[in-house]
Nanobody
Framework: QVQLVESGGGFVQAGGSLRLSCAAS????????MGWFRQAPGKEREFVTA??????NYADSVKGRFTISRDNAKKMVYLHMNSLKPEGRAVYYC?????????????????WGKGAQVSVSS
């Protein structure tokens, strides 16, 4: 079983930066692929980024602005968000899976946190 808790959400002006953190429990954390997703009001949950081993991938909308990283010793995953845009306003979710494929697919992740709200003003 894996439990995930996000933190670090908040309010920021467009162009600003935030860092989200995800604290994970579970013995096999280092072997899990980890992802960040977001859900804006009235929209479906969408892929932001994922990390599996040394591989990372990003949604086109965040490439060059967001960075995912992890600290296996601390069982933490981070999402560094720079140059935030108003369309980045959403609840951001941390997710975990034991697989390493289809990491951009919501249904591929059995474990989810409760989310962290990010608000971006224009």
């Amino acid at each position: 079983q894996v439990q995930l808790v996000e933190s670090g959400g908040g309010f920021v002006q467009a162009g600003g930066s935030l860092r989200l953190s995800c604290a994970a429990s579970g013995r096999t954390f280092s072997s899990n692929a980890m992802g960040w997703f977001r859900q804006a009001p009235g929209k479906e949950r969408e892929f932001v980024t994922a990390i599996s081993g040394d591989r990372t991938n990003y949604a086109d909308s965040v490439k060059g602005r967001f960075t995912i990283s992890r600290d296996n010793a601390k069982k933490m995953v981070y999402l560094h968000m720079n140059s935030l845009k108003p369309e980045g306003r959403a609840v951001y979710y941390c997710a975990a899976t034991t697989g390493s494929l289809h990491l951009a697919v919501v249904g591929y992740y059995p474990y989810w946190g409760k989310g962290a709200q990010v608000s971006v003003s224009s």
